[in-house]
């Protein structure tokens, strides 16, 4: 496998890959990579004769010093695992100085107000660190297909915005959630729960999918009670936010209307991790 440290290493690389007109796939992550990061590789890999995964902890999308402190650094196993799936990827794996050699500091967007609504209501800036880095990626890489996961569904809505309106030629390719078998969505933080409180964090799929079922035949206002309700009841969950979104404004909705497609999105802490998991209504 090439693991690219530089932008003209990246560079190199790309133009190889472009040669004799080869379709390039970029897999953009933080690392700590899971069985749902491989499939977002796989579906790259499956769609371009190149891929290039990233691997960077970006430190502009963190709203809190501490979370960036404790995320998961494992770049060794991260590469064994990638070269399991095909020795013949790319990783780059940039320094900060590389993605950011002026000042750490994210640039400011006009995301439509998809960014004001759940995560970005709740992590101070978190969208324009996600924005600032998945453009420079974008621009160094010049993928034609980007794939992001739908666990974090309001980002990959952003990325989309993002891309529409900053005019980058890619295609954006939503994947979906992979899960453990007992219902939890693959994360990188689900590592830091300890046994007993692993064992809790299906409560929080399998409200959402409670929460689907109510969907059918209650208002978006009593399915949000509902949900509040369970987790007020639950000894080690304390919940953030739940809300029920049009699946492409993600605005709140108050009344369903038909032919509109939405989802039930929730952020909740288990011990001192904060899980987000979303799911499509109907
Ligand atoms: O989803 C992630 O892991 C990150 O937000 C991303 C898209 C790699 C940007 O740092």
Redesign the pocket.
């Known amino acids: 496998m090439r693991l690219l440290k530089t932008k003209s290493e990246l560079r190199e690389f790309t133009r190889e890959a472009r040669r004799d007109g080869g379709t390039l796939g970029l897999v953009?992550?933080?690392g700590a990579l899971h069985r749902g990061h491989l499939e977002l590789v796989r579906r790259a890999l499956a769609e371009n004769q190149s891929v290039i995964v990233?691997i960077?902890?970006?430190p502009t999308?963190f709203d809190k010093a501490e979370d960036l402190a404790k995320y998961p650094r494992t770049l060794e196993a991260d590469m064994e695992a990638l070269g399991k799936v095909d020795p013949g990827l790319a990783v780059f794996a940039p320094d900060i100085s590389e993605m950011y050699p002026e000042r750490v500091d994210a640039d400011r967007y006009d995301f439509d107000g998809l960014d004001r609504v759940m995560e970005g209501a709740h992590r101070q800036g978190h969208f324009d660190?996600?924005g600032t880095?998945?453009e420079t990626?974008l621009r160094l890489v010049g993928p034609d297909r980007a794939y992001?996961?739908e666990k974090?569904y309001q980002?990959l809505q952003i990325?989309r915005k993002l891309v529409e309106t900053r005019e980058i030629p890619v295609e954006i390719i939503p994947c979906p959630i992979v899960r453990e078998a007992d219902g939890l969505a693959m994360s990188?933080r689900n590592t830091r729960l300890p046994g007993p409180l692993r064992q809790q964090a299906p409560f929080l799929y399998a409200t959402l999918q409670a929460a689907r079922a109510l969907f059918g035949t209650k208002s978006a206002m009593k399915v949000k009670e509902y949900v509040r309700a369970q987790f007020a009841d639950h000894p080690d969950f304390s919940l953030e936010y739940i809300e029920i979104a049009d699946a492409r404004t993600l605005k709140p909705v108050s009344r369903k209307q038909a032919g509109k497609k939405y989802r039930a999105f929730a952020a909740a802490y288990l011990g001192g991790v904060r899980l987000i998991d979303n799911i499509a209504l109907n």
Do not use: A, C, E, K
């Open positions: 953009p992550t933080m990233s960077f902890i970006n999308q660190g996600v880095i998945v990626l992001f996961g974090d980002q990325i990188s």
